[in-house]
């Protein structure tokens, strides 16, 4: 059964999985992480697993099918062989795909707040600087706060290794931690975390260490290591060397082995069915009437439209309000580029996202916003309300050039547009 389950997720979701150093060093500790109790048979991840199918057929998504997967395996392994610590669980999710996308869409607003502070705390301090989205120049020295700063390496590692700590006390106290505890210990280090990176950052521009400077990334380890590791010693041995949790008993109930397994059996026939549907739905989600004037269109398998021109690149990703943000830093990192400037402008009376971006020798200008024609944003929070308000037709639009002027112009010439949508058959293709 635990086969088939695995069988499934390498069918339906083997493009959803993205691995890096961090998945690697998860997997590693995850073994010392993992306590399982066997004979301790439980049914708590049963509820999840059906609520996660049902809501799939509602909201066609990979991650809510990933989410049920997930609580389906967990359920099996519990109703059958022991129960697993929260810690472990975490764990599985700080690894999924779910974490890197929601740690992309809190990194980037979480950048610029970095920049503009360090920009605050070094001019309060004197100095010279001027601090522009992700991008300060101080003593003719220019410095940007890149992913690497406070995105997935940083807070993935804490995470990871705040989990390690959790799992040496309850192994060494033989007390199981409950969510909101574990959950607690987290948000301390995630805390932790931007203080560690604030530091960092105003260390970096303060002593001018450019990124090419082997003492950058030391000084990142230096600081990760006084600010995160250090005090998550100390404050978890103030909570957790004592621990007044639940003892971790075997229990001595009928597991109904049998039944667990019809129960297993009906879950995963479900969340093939759905995961077949979701697929499908994904496959068929067009964007024939969607339509540029001058560009030469193309649809591409994961749903977003391309347009493209001699001088300028548009995509378009049409988006309902439970889809992941999915920003053209997602996207261009996977491809190998780099982001520089990330800026928040206001051009043509709209505020926009405009970036640099480099991969070598080759420099791309782009900008981005959320629009429907209609209403023009970049707060995820106010096209998502506009949904609500039935308010349809979002897309995230991104604009590429290779130079800023003929950015501005393109980026002019679909802020002025009222629809991206055409009803004439004939301008589908250009």
């Not at 920009?119 to 004197?126: C, E, N, Q, R, T």
């Not at 700590?165 to 280090?189: D, G, M, N, P």
């Not at 103030?238 to 297993?264: A, E, H, Q, W």
């Not at 505020?351 to 991969?359: A, F, P, R, W």
């Amino acid at each position: 059964m635990l086969l088939t389950y695995f069988v499934v997720v390498i069918y339906m979701l083997h493009e959803y999985f993205i691995a890096d150093t961090n998945i690697y060093m998860g997997l590693l500790l995850a073994p010392y992480i993992l306590i399982l109790r066997k004979g301790d048979i439980s049914r708590r991840f049963l509820i999840p697993s059906i609520l996660f199918i049902i809501v799939s057929f509602f909201i066609p998504v990979k991650s809510v099918l990933f989410l049920a997967l997930l609580f389906g395996i967990l359920f099996l392994i519990e109703c059958c062989l022991g129960k697993l610590n929260n810690s472990f669980f975490i764990l599985l999710l700080l690894l999924s795909p779910i974490f890197n996308y929601f740690n992309n869409s809190i990194g980037f607003p979480i950048r610029i707040w970095l920049s503009e502070m360090s920009g605050k705390i070094l001019a309060f301090a004197g100095n010279n600087i001027k601090a522009t989205g992700n991008f300060m120049i101080m003593g003719g020295n220019e410095f940007s706060v890149d992913s690497a700063c406070a995105g997935l390496n940083m807070i993935m590692v804490s995470f990871i290794i705040a989990l390690f700590i959790l799992a040496y006390y309850q192994r060494k106290t033989h007390h199981e931690f409950s969510f909101h505890k574990v959950l607690f210990f987290l948000a301390i280090t995630f805390i932790l975390n931007i203080a560690c990176n604030l530091i960092r950052i105003i260390t970096l521009v303060y002593f001018k260490i450019m990124v090419e400077n082997s003492m950058h990334e030391i000084i990142g380890i230096v600081c990760l290591g006084f600010y995160v590791i250090i005090p998550l010693v100390f404050i978890s041995k103030y909570l957790f060397d004592r621990p007044p949790g639940k003892k971790m008993v075997v229990s001595t109930k009928n597991p109904r082995i049998k039944l667990n397994l019809i129960l297993n059996a009906m879950i995963l026939v479900t969340i093939c069915y759905s995961g077949i549907r979701t697929n499908s739905m994904a496959l068929n989600n067009s964007g024939n009437n969607y339509y540029i004037e001058g560009f030469k269109k193309l649809e591409l398998k994961s749903g977003i439209i391309k347009f493209e021109k001699a001088n300028a690149l548009i995509y378009l990703k049409p988006v309902k309000f439970y889809s992941a943000e999915h920003n053209p830093m997602i996207c261009w990192n996977g491809s190998g580029y780099e982001f520089k400037h990330i800026n928040k402008e206001m051009i043509n009376g709209h505020e926009i996202y405009t970036g640099l971006m480099t991969k070598g020798s080759d420099i791309i200008y782009t900008s981005w916003w959320f629009d429907n024609g209609k209403y023009k944003t970049i707060s995820q929070l106010d096209w998502r309300f506009k949904v609500f308000q039935s308010e349809k037709d979002f897309c995230l639009v991104n604009v590429n050039s290779a130079s800023r002027k003929e950015l501005i112009i393109e980026t002019i010439n679909l802020l002025k547009k009222t629809s991206y949508k055409s009803t004439l058959a004939n301008e589908t293709v250009n």
